[in-house]
């Protein structure tokens, strides 16, 4: 009887078909790593000029030094519902309007031929991704 068994555990184990897998042609055969986005509100209302006329108003430390490591950062203004990037200079209200960033600050700037500001303050979004 215990034969029997034997030889039936043995015969079992020895049908089991092993499958030899290959990753398929152009696939991908690390683990996928999801994507995130990290959005910045911000609202200008800070400008300091400088010598050559420009207006910049500068957010300091906004962004996590970790956050732009291998990341696009793109800022844009929102104004009346509609986002602009301003990464280069873009017109605006009779000026040149554009942003930069560095590892941890963002900074607006303006340039007008106008003594004063023609706005009060500008609504910016940040968009790191």
């Given at each position: 009887?215990?034969?029997?068994?034997?030889?039936?555990?043995?015969?079992?184990?020895?049908?089991?078909?092993?499958?030899?897998?290959?990753?398929?042609?152009?696939?991908?055969?690390?683990?996928?790593?999801?994507?995130?986005?990290?959005?910045?509100?911000?609202?200008a209302y800070h400008w300091v000029k400088d010598a050559y006329g420009i207006y910049t108003n500068t957010f300091?430390?906004?962004?996590?030094?970790?956050?732009?490591?291998?990341?696009?950062?793109?800022?844009?203004?929102?104004?009346?519902?509609?986002?602009?990037?301003?990464?280069?200079?873009?017109?605006?209200?009779?000026?040149?309007?554009?942003?930069?960033?560095?590892?941890?600050?963002?900074?607006?700037?303006?340039?007008?031929?106008?003594?004063?500001?023609?706005?009060?303050?500008?609504?910016?979004?940040?968009?790191?991704?």
């Open positions: 009887m215990a034969m029997i068994a034997n030889a039936l555990i043995i015969s079992g184990l020895t049908s089991c078909k092993k499958e030899n897998l290959s990753p398929v042609s152009g696939g991908n055969t690390s683990p996928a790593v999801p994507t995130s986005t990290t959005t910045i509100n911000l609202v300091g430390g906004v962004i996590s030094p970790g956050n732009i490591n291998n990341h696009k950062v793109k800022i844009y203004l929102v104004e009346n519902g509609k986002e602009t990037q301003i990464n280069s200079f873009i017109s605006f209200m009779g000026g040149e309007l554009w942003a930069t960033n560095t590892q941890t600050d963002v900074e607006i700037n303006y340039r007008c031929s106008e003594q004063n500001l023609p706005f009060s303050h500008l609504v910016i979004k940040v968009v790191i991704e």
